[in-house]
């Protein structure tokens, strides 16, 4: 085959600083859900988390958390979001897959402590996450 293309191993890289702001943000907005935007950088399936920030108008409650996506301003280091599930389970719902947002969803599930964090792609599958 001509144009066979290599299968892109997925990894995502979280810096510690990063996930220690996620999981104090979760413990503060809980029981609530908490939603965050990832900021950071994509190359060739790698995806580096530096940044996160509050979406404007966020809203949440027990079992939902969303925003306004056409309030955002346009930023090209958007690279999806985190938001948390206060019930205990790290598994994407189906209204997680149907409002994902950029290249990589992570969920926290509670109590948020540091391997109570996951990452998933579009189609509900896991991605390895590794913490810097």
């Known amino acids: 085959m001509l144009f066979k293309k290599k299968k892109l ?3 995502i ?3 510690k600083k990063v996930l220690d702001s996620i ?20 190359k060739h399936g790698h995806v580096l988390i530096d ?23 346009f930023d090209m280091s958007y ?3 985190v938001h948390s599930h206060p019930t205990g389970s790290a598994n994407p719902s189906l209204t997680d897959l149907h409002n994902f947002f950029g290249v990589v969803s992570l ?10 964090i996951f990452a998933w792609d579009s189609s509900g599958s896991l991605i390895k996450l590794v913490i810097l």
């Open 79 to 81: 690279v999806g979001i």
């Open 51 to 73: 940044g996160l920030v509050i979406p404007p108008f966020n809203y949440s409650g027990p079992t939902f958390a969303g925003f306004p996506q056409s309030f955002l301003p």
């Open 13 to 15: 890289s979280l810096q």
């Open 9 to 11: 191993e997925r990894q």
């Open 23 to 42: 999981l104090s943000y979760c413990l503060m907005k809980h029981p609530n859900e908490a939603i965050l935007i990832l900021k950071g950088n994509s």
């Open 107 to 116: 969920i926290v599930q509670y109590p948020y402590g540091d391997d109570d």
